[in-house]
C-alpha cells in the first residue's frame, strides 16, 4: 500500500510540474530574452520553485553555522550535496536577491515544455564531452558579467552508490570561485535522500534541515577551497546520521 501512495505522490510531482511549468513558462521565456530582464524572470523562476518545493509537501529549516552574511550586491558560487532532484529548488527558495544560473546536465533540455526554459536559465554542460565542460567557465563568466550567480553541485551528478554519504568534488565550481574571485557559499541539505530518492517507490513529505556551513573567501587556490568545502560538508553529514 505505501508504494502504492508513493507511486500516486510522484504521479502528483509530474501533474505539479506539468501546471507550474506551462503556467510560469511564458513569462520565463518572455523576461529572459534581453539579458537585463532575466532578474524579473528569476522571481518567476522562483513562484516555479516554491509550488514544487512546498507543494510535494516539502518544508525546510535553514540553520546558520558562519556569522558571516550573504551580501544583496556580491555575485556567489552556491555549492551544496546532491542526493535529490528537490535539491534543485532550494537555492532559488533560498537566494531571494541573488539570480542564479544554474550548471546542468544536457540530457534535460529533452524534457517536452520545460527543456526550452532551461536553456534559458542554465548552462548546460555535456558531461561527455571535454571540449563542452571546458566551456562552461567561459560560459559562467558571461552569466557572472550579467549580474548572476552560479549554482554548482560539485559532486556532478548524484552517486549511484546510495550509502556514499558524499561523493569526491569535481574543480568546476572552485576554479570559477577562484579565478573570477567570487565567494564561496557552502550550503548542506539534510534529509531528502531519504525523503525524495529516485527510487519512485520511497519518500515521505517532511521538513529538509538545510546548513549555511561556510561564506568561503575566494582568496584560495581552488584545491584548497574544494578541500575545505568538502571536508566541510561531509562533517555536518557525518553529524546528521
Not at 75 to 84: E, G, K, L
Not at 91 to 107: A, D, F, N, R, S
Not at 115 to 140: N, P, T
Request: aromatic content about 12%; some cysteine; charged content about 25%.
Amino acid at each position: 500500500m505505501k508504494k502504492i501512495l508513493n507511486y500516486i505522490w510522484r504521479g502528483w510531482m509530474i501533474v505539479l510540474g506539468a501546471v507550474l511549468t506551462i503556467s510560469l513558462g511564458i513569462p520565463v521565456l518572455v523576461l529572459s530574452i534581453r539579458k537585463e530582464h532575466y532578474k524579473y524572470a528569476y522571481k518567476f523562476i522562483r513562484i516555479w520553485c516554491y509550488g514544487m518545493f512546498y507543494g510535494m509537501g516539502f518544508r525546510y529549516d535553514l540553520k546558520k553555522l558562519t556569522d558571516k552574511k550573504i551580501d544583496r550586491n556580491t555575485q556567489y558560487v552556491f555549492i551544496s550535496n546532491h542526493t535529490s532532484i528537490m535539491d534543485v529548488m532550494l537555492p532559488c527558495i533560498l537566494m531571494p536577491h541573488h539570480p542564479l544560473c544554474y550548471v546542468g546536465k544536457k540530457e534535460l533540455v529533452k524534457i517536452p515544455i520545460f527543456g526550452i526554459i532551461y536553456k534559458r536559465i542554465c548552462v548546460m554542460v555535456d558531461r561527455s564531452s571535454a571540449r563542452s565542460r571546458a566551456d562552461v567557465y567561459r560560459r559562467c563568466a558571461e552569466r557572472m558579467e550579467e549580474g548572476d550567480s552560479i549554482v554548482i553541485f560539485p559532486e556532478g551528478g548524484v552517486p549511484d552508490d546510495t550509502s556514499v554519504i558524499l561523493d569526491s568534488f569535481k574543480d568546476g565550481a572552485f576554479t570559477l570561485a577562484s579565478k573570477h574571485q567570487s565567494p564561496l557559499l557552502v550550503f548542506t541539505f539534510v534529509g531528502l535522500k531519504e525523503m525524495f530518492p529516485f527510487d519512485a517507490s520511497k519518500g515521505y513529505p517532511g521538513k529538509v534541515k538545510v546548513y549555511l556551513a561556510d561564506i568561503m573567501s575566494p582568496h584560495h587556490s581552488a584545491n584548497e577551497l574544494k578541500t575545505a568545502a568538502h571536508a566541510q560538508i561531509k562533517k555536518i553529514l557525518e553529524n546528521s546520521y
